[in-house]
């Protein structure tokens, strides 16, 4: 096969992920077409079978996997999972294997291309029928077995985000890495592109820094910078904890930000869905106090156009739904 017609091919496959929200068969469609391809998995050892995971605020595992080598380096930079010589060890394996390496292990969600903007979620029950032999007995070939696997997912897809509905994991049999403190990268892929202009949520003004123009909509243009010390896991839960009652958030960071002349401050970088942020003050709000009450002095950036967006997801750390392990 040709590289243009790879690139077609793998071209046509992320537009099934894009068009997989808008409906059940949709979904179906774009898991049967994984199931027919090959991924890539980012693993601890070069060559190795103990496969990277996630965990979400749930405390949820997920197995991230990749449609191409370039979206598994845009994951090894943001989840610090790259070498001192900038490499990450991985395989290349056939999807199925990937599935069921997940079941295996009890990991709750299989996640596509986790950082673009057509990164797609598949629970248990959602790709447990792609690699039940069962569905595929009865016939040969590479297409084997599609129609009675679309028939069965058809009972257990689900068309909206579950990384953050709660529930019970078996925990994963893999290697668990020492902690370790990560340097933001920088340059990140795909983002979302929205059209509005940026814009700053309230938030309280620190009693240590009286004279900072953070919160109450001054301070000027908004400038985001690489964090010099990591949070700890505690306020990170505190802050989740917050976010799971607000099923708008899409997605949360934690970096430094300035606004106009003022030193930098740590924030919370949110991406909230643009038809539903009524909202967003309620939100600055709580997470202002939730940080407070960790010890934390807080600002709050509403992510509302594609340059800060960027710029969110290449120096802060993306800390909600997911996080790294």
Request: with cysteine; charged share 20%; hydrophobic share 40%.
């Amino acid at each position: 096969m040709t590289s243009s017609t790879t690139d077609r091919a793998l071209a046509a496959f992320r537009r099934l992920l894009a068009d997989a929200p808008s409906g059940r068969q949709a979904k179906v469609d774009a898991l049967v077409a994984l199931s027919q391809r090959t991924v890539f998995v980012a693993t601890w050892t070069p060559d190795g079978e103990d496969y990277r995971t996630l965990v979400n605020s749930n405390g949820q595992n997920a197995l991230p996997i990749f449609t191409d080598q370039q979206e598994l380096m845009v994951a090894a930079e943001r989840f610090g999972w790259l070498d001192e010589r900038g490499q990450i060890p991985h395989r290349e394996v056939g999807a199925r294997s990937a599935l069921r390496h997940a079941l295996s292990r009890g990991v709750g969600f299989v996640v596509v291309d986790i950082m673009a903007e057509y990164s797609l979620e598949a629970e248990q029950a959602e790709i447990q029928p792609l690699v039940a032999s069962r569905n595929r007995s009865d016939s040969s070939g590479p297409f084997a077995g599609v129609g009675r696997i679309s028939s069965s997912m058809m009972q257990a897809v689900r068309v909206t985000p579950s990384g953050g509905v709660p529930r019970p994991m078996t925990p994963e049999d893999g290697v668990t890495p020492p902690r370790a403190v990560v340097t933001p990268p920088s340059g990140l892929g795909p983002t979302p592109g929205l059209p509005a202009a940026p814009q700053t949520l309230d938030g309280h003004r620190p009693p240590r820094q009286p004279d900072a123009t953070f919160g109450g909509g001054a301070g000027g243009a908004v400038q985001l910078t690489p964090l010099t010390t990591q949070p700890d896991d505690v306020l990170l839960d505190a802050l989740s904890e917050v976010l799971r009652e607000y099923p708008e958030v899409e997605w949360a960071a934690f970096c430094n930000a300035t606004r106009g002349p003022s030193a930098a401050m740590p924030s919370i970088a949110l991406m909230v869905d643009a038809s539903f942020r009524q909202r967003v003050q309620e939100i600055s709000r709580a997470l202002v106090r939730s940080g407070s009450d960790a010890g934390a002095h807080l600002d709050v950036i509403l992510l509302a156009d594609a340059e800060l967006t960027r710029e969110a997801r290449a120096v802060g750390l993306v800390f909600y739904p997911w996080r790294r392990r």
